[in-house]
T-cell receptor
Framework: GESVGLHLPTLSVQEGDNSIINCAYSNSASDYFIWYKQESGKGPQFIIDIRSNMDKRQGQRVTVLLNKTVKHLSLQIAATQPGDSAVYFCAEGGGSEKLVFGKGTKLTVNP | DAGVIQSPRHEVTEMGQEVTLRCKPISGHNSLFWYRQTMMRGLELLIYFNNNVPIDDSGMPEDRFSAKMPNASFSTLKIQPSEPRDSAVYFC????????????FGPGTRLTVL
């Protein structure tokens, strides 16, 4: 049945550990994917993106992996810090300016 | 360099009142998006504009909602009359066409309809 509200997946890690946040996307025709970070009381902020012709892209402390076969996207954060605590959204797009956002994962970093 | 600017940041109103939310996109961006975020439904796209023209308003919940973009530097989202179920955080975002899809979000307007 329909849930009363969104039950965000949660991930709790210790400071200094690596974090992996997963996302399943829906449209096999999507050709770019973005990870956003949303801190409490703020708008989503761009972290990193990847095109469908790539399977891995690295940024500063973050890596995005794309598996088109199973329509799966992941965000890896190295040496997670308390400032990384936020809700993380994946978004998919292609063919238009629109992005479709996932439900989000709440990351909590314990000191 | 100013990002997307939204006003007001917080709005509390009574059911039946008209509410107008405002957005100034990043200068030079061609596309503007209005989103609504709730615990129940997450982040939903309401409408977006390209070069001030509404392209897709399929996410607008009903006729009580309307959006305009009279020029490249200003957009409004109006709810009339407002209802308690409209309570949410409303985000405006902008992007540069051909900019790879990245949308830059404003800080949001938290709307409470009593």
């Amino acid at each position: 049945g329909e849930s009363v509200g969104l039950h965000l997946p949660t991930l709790s890690v210790q400071e200094g550990d690596n974090s992996i946040i997963n996302c399943a996307y829906s449209n096999s025709a999507s050709d770019y994917f973005i990870w956003y970070k949303q801190e409490s009381g703020k708008g989503p902020q761009f972290i990193i993106d990847i095109r469908s012709n790539m399977d891995k892209r690295q940024g500063q402390r973050v890596t995005v992996l794309l598996n088109k076969t199973v329509k799966h996207l992941s965000l890896q954060i190295a040496a997670t810090q308390p400032g990384d605590s936020a809700v993380y959204f994946c978004a998919e797009g292609g063919g238009s300016e629109k992005l479709v956002f996932g439900k989000g994962t709440k990351l909590t970093v314990n000191p | 360099d100013a990002g997307v600017i939204q006003s007001p940041r917080h709005e509390v109103t009574e059911m039946g009142q008209e509410v107008t939310l405002r957005c100034k996109p990043i200068s030079g961006h061609n596309s503007l998006f209005w989103y609504r975020q709730t615990m129940m439904r997450g982040l939903e796209l309401l409408i977006y504009f390209n070069n001030n023209v509404p392209i897709d308003d399929s996410g607008m919940p009903e006729d009580r909602f309307s959006a305009k973009m009279p020029n490249a530097s200003f957009s409004t989202l109006k709810i009339q009359p407002s209802e308690p179920r409209d309570s949410a955080v409303y985000f405006c975002a902008s992007s540069a066409r051909g900019g790879g899809g990245e949308q830059f979000f404003g800080p949001g307007t938290r709307l409470t309809v009593l």
